[in-house]
């Protein structure tokens, strides 16, 4: 079956403006993930959906993140005023439940601010 | 505070050789333990978790709580084995995974 889909796959956007980064995850998971993949740095968490609720909003780096999640399926990460540590590669995964399973990860959006 | 450390980002290694990824973590209590594989332009994927205790790809890894490590081996190394490693971990009861720096290999031939 189709995996874990993210749209845009590149994205140059000028410092300050917003954007809008998509996750389509595999149905029927109910759990879903936003971490970022930074150069030399790893994936670093950002925020955990359990179908529509976000329990955890915790890796969000500042109040220019936010996301949301509709019908218990695709999600959308914004960032307003964005900047240029905002540059990185953001993976969204999804699972069938929250604990103990595999995460499936998508092919992440290549953000570049310049 | 959780933490997962890979002490090299670059590996080099001649088709043929073994090859060992070493990860080590720090964590109060059981976490559990996995390797991840990114392939030049392939989604992050998983390659194994502790609690299985596969051998994937010919790839295998012990936990060793005494010394809070979970270094990753291969005997004989293959040029396909080329990718970036992560190695991750995740509480008893947790959801998030809690990545390393990560670790890029290079088989020669």
């Known amino acids: 079956g189709a995996g874990v889909s993210q749209s845009p796959s590149n994205k140059v956007t000028e410092k300050g403006k917003d954007v809008e980064l998509r996750c389509d995850p595999i149905s029927g998971h109910t759990a879903l993930y936003w971490y970022r993949q930074s150069l030399g740095q790893g994936l670093e968490f950002l925020i955990y959906?359990?179908?529509?609720?976000?329990?955890?909003k915790s890796g969000l780096p500042s109040d220019r993140f936010s996301a949301e999640r509709t019908g218990g399926s695709v999600s959308t990460l914004t960032i307003q005023r964005t900047q240029q540590e905002d540059s990185a590669v953001y993976l969204c995964?999804?699972?069938?439940?929250?604990?103990?399973?595999?995460?499936?990860f998508g092919p992440g959006t290549r953000l570049t601010v310049t | 505070a959780q933490r997962v450390t890979q002490p090299e980002k670059l590996l080099s290694v001649f088709k043929g050789a073994p090859v060992e990824l070493k990860c080590n973590y720090s964590?109060?209590?059981?976490?559990?333990l996995f390797w991840y594989v990114q392939y030049s332009r392939q989604r992050l994927q998983l390659l194994l978790r502790h609690i299985s205790r596969e051998s994937i790809k010919g790839f295998t890894a012990d936990l060793n709580k005494g010394e809070t490590s979970f270094h990753l081996k291969k005997p004989f190394a293959q040029e396909e084995d080329s990718a970036m490693y992560y190695c991750a971990l995740r509480g008893p009861n947790d959801y998030k995974l809690s990545f390393g720096a990560g670790t890029t290999v290079t088989v020669r031939a």
């Open positions: 964590y109060s209590g059981s976490p559990e």
């Open positions: 959906f359990q179908g529509n609720s976000a329990p955890d």
């Open positions: 995964a999804s699972s069938p439940s929250g604990i103990g399973y595999e995460q499936y």
